[in-house]
């Protein structure tokens, strides 16, 4: 960061292309991940998704303690893989909503255009229930849910209030956070 960085303007949602990148499909069980016609179980090797999604942009970063070090990028296609040893990827988040802090090391330059289902459903479904018809009524700035070999994490920004950020699909995990 050079001197005259400090009186960039804050990114905001303008700043990205928010052109939906190219359709790809990622469809969940209760066993497998789905992308588009390649099934995966979590975590994956970094190979397998360069082999689906093509050349990364890698980034390292330890983010917030949790042991993830390397952070793998497309960003045409708003999607970003970590990892915590550069061969096992741990999660796969789609960036479905301009993250606000652009230059973020984890954050691509596009929003994921394609397709998410759960069991042949829209993945939105799992996290709308009778008590909470929306989002936007969480504590926390995200909510998990354990579906099969899988945890679904929803990232919900501040600003818009409910706007889903993110979705993160990881390996099932016991964490009982917001939800």
């Known amino acids: 960061m050079g001197f005259f960085d400090i009186f960039r303007k804050a990114p905001s949602v303008e700043d990205f292309d928010t052109t939906p990148s190219q359709h790809i499909t990622f469809a969940l069980t209760a066993e497998e991940l789905d992308i588009n016609g390649t099934k995966l179980t979590m975590p994956c090797h970094k190979d397998e998704l360069t082999g689906i999604f093509g050349d990364y942009t890698l980034s390292m970063d330890n983010i917030g303690g949790t042991g993830v070090r390397y952070i793998y990028l497309w960003h045409k296609l708003g999607i970003v893989a970590y990892s915590r040893d550069d061969e096992s990827v741990n ?8 993250n606000e802090k652009k230059y973020a090391l984890n954050s ?5 255009g394609g397709t998410v289902t759960v069991d042949g459903a829209d993945w939105m479904t799992l996290f709308v229930d ?7 009524g969480m504590k926390l700035p995200f909510k998990l849910v354990h579906h099969g070999n899988f945890t679904l994490c929803a990232s919900v920004a ?6 889903v950020r993110s979705l993160g699909i990881n390996k099932k995990t016991e964490l009982k956070l917001g939800g």
């Open 91 to 98: 999660c796969i988040s789609l960036q479905l909503f301009p």
């Open 158 to 163: 501040k600003k818009p209030k409910g706007q």
């Open 108 to 112: 691509t330059k596009n929003i994921f």
């Open 130 to 136: 009778e008590k909470q018809p929306k989002l936007d």
